[in-house]
């Protein structure tokens, strides 16, 4: 099958708009407040037992690091020392990433498998990795840790620890200055950020910026840089005019379709490590730049609209309502731990783009294994069906699928937000 999103398009619809253009300015509205709420803010949006999480889970549950072999027993003591819980929100500060950041669930770089073998297969998973953040983003510091190396750092979406030299605290000026109401999206992945001739960092696909000016080939934009005393300073940077574009972008087949196609091929990154995405990552940064606000991870996204559940139907009953009811670019699938797009029809039967890991096999002795894609790929409903040791049904993502969310139009029933059953 193609991989390029584009192949895809229907040409009669390709340009229309996929929600009427007042309803998606006001979602955009809904998305800024959203986005720069950590700067209005004294007391967290994050409870302290979200804060205390990583700790409870991990304290009696080392693991293993990167290299297979076992944390320390004890090695979540020394974290919650430097941590120092008891003082959450006692002081906080607005702040601002200066670079591409990672939010840990605990204040340290060390990472944590449930098994040795990771060291060997390479798998690209860390239980310590929350997610991660494009450079410019609003955030609340929230505890600063013993050794100040550490900070508890959130947005509306996410918490999590970040090397204290990866932010900056943000003064009213420059909040003021930022926050002009002037926005663009780069929709070229890892854009340039140039300030002169030198490059400040590679922007990744769904990342916002304040709009200064634009020319013929470049667009002015206000960067952010950490100074001495860890203060944040406002650079004039620049991307180029086929890197951004102004938020939000029309929200039109083609539009999704031709962002997507930047991802298309992308490996797979647990919670944003090194730089990649996983699959509930790569939804969040392709429909940023429309101004749709969604949470981060795939079951919280697969309530981000109106929900309409699948899990009580056969199989076919599934595809049938999902041709039927689905609005192909805007309609999200989700099974329990994965969300993808659909995009369309491929001989009748759904089409997705989605980023995942691998696929399940099981042998004739009854080993299982599987299959490695680790990319951003379209793919049926049903990837690896022709592999003859393909371990059905767990391996079917049809057999698993839950529910659709329809982005753009609110819940059912107030009652019942979910719109299940």
Known sequence: MSQDPLAYLDPDTADAALIPAEEQARLNAEFDLQYFAPWHRSTPHHTPELASWGFRKYGGNPGYGKDGKPNPPDWTRGLAENARLADYAKTTFPA?????IDFRHLPTRRSHSHYPAVAETGDPFDNIQASAAPAGMPVLVTLVSRDRKWFLTETNHLLGWVPSTDIAAVDPEFMKTWENGRYVAIVRDKAPVSEGDAVLYRAPLGSIFS???EEKDRIWIW?????????ALLRKASVSRESAMDKPLPFTRRHVARLAGEMAGEPYGWGGLEGKRDCSGMIRDLFTPFGLWLPRNSSEQAVAGRYIGLG?????????LIVRKGVPWRTL????????LYIGTHKN?????????????????????RVVVGRAAVTTLQPGSELANLDRPRADRLFSLEGMVLLGEPPVDAANPEGKP
């Open 96 to 100: 601002i990433t200066v670079k591409r």
């Open 211 to 213: 709009k200064i000016s």
């Open 223 to 231: 960067a952010a840089v950490r100074d001495a005393q860890g203060k």
């Open 312 to 320: 009580n139907l056969a199989p076919a009953e599934k595809e049938a």
């Open 333 to 340: 699938l989700w099974t329990p731990g994965h969300i993808m």
């Open 349 to 369: 039967r759904p089409l997705i783009f989605h980023n995942f890991w691998s696929i399940k096999t099981r042998d004739a002795d009854g080993t299982r294994g």
